[in-house]
């Protein structure tokens, strides 16, 4: 059974007369989303306190080429430019997993390293490559408040997808080190589940 959620909120007539103009794009564990005019979206969610901590990612990585830019916020919204591209999952099932994107995923786990995130982890349908293989990060839930030191959400979809293997050996081109860390970690967080 679908669970109903409170989603009543004051906005200015602003943000409602953008509102009004949009598109129903879906909804997801946190919070609904709309496409609105201008390559906007907005998330309307269910806790302000999610909201909050979404809102306090997303400006803390102000400036980073792999989070799309806030454009305003309330206790419950969060207004930001749309990401445009295919969800990480389904372009891996059209175009295979290159060694361009691996590094481009790697980049994304140091960029976190660099804006102090504790959670160094991001599941593959949170993100975006747009055409030209560059990545965007569209729920950057609890990156401060959860802790893990490696990407186990995103071992853990490429191994769904079967390409955790070749992400491993084109890490390793890049990166020989934290390839066999992730992959040790990797595997011993399966031992112990």
């Known amino acids: 059974m679908d669970k109903k959620y409170d989603v009543s909120l004051e906005l200015d007539d602003e943000v409602e007369n953008l509102l009004k103009e949009g598109e129903y794009l879906g909804r997801g564990h946190n919070g609904i989303v709309y496409l609105l005019p201008g390559k906007k979206i907005i ?28 454009i305003k916020h309330g206790d419950k919204y969060i207004i930001r430019e749309l990401v445009e591209g295919i969800r990480l999952d389904k372009y891996i099932k059209e175009n295979g997993l290159t060694k361009e994107l691996t590094k481009e995923l790697y980049k994304v786990i140091k960029e976190f ?10 599941r593959c349908r949170d993100v975006y490559v ?20 490696y990407p186990r959400h995103l071992m853990k979809g490429l191994e769904k997808l079967d390409v955790l293997e070749v992400f491993v050996e084109n890490l390793k081109k890049t990166d020989t080190r934290v390839a066999k860390e992730w992959m040790d970690k990797f595997k011993k967080y399966f031992k112990l589940n």
């Open 43 to 70: 998330k309307i969610f269910y806790d302000k306190k999610i909201c909050l901590k979404e809102a306090q990612v997303f400006k803390r990585a102000k400036g980073s080429k792999y989070f799309p830019k806030i």
């Open 113 to 122: 390293k660099k804006l102090q995130f504790t959670k160094l982890d991001i």
């Open 130 to 149: 747009d055409g030209k293989g560059n990545i965007k990060i569209i729920d950057p839930k609890n990156s401060y408040s959860r802790k893990k030191s």
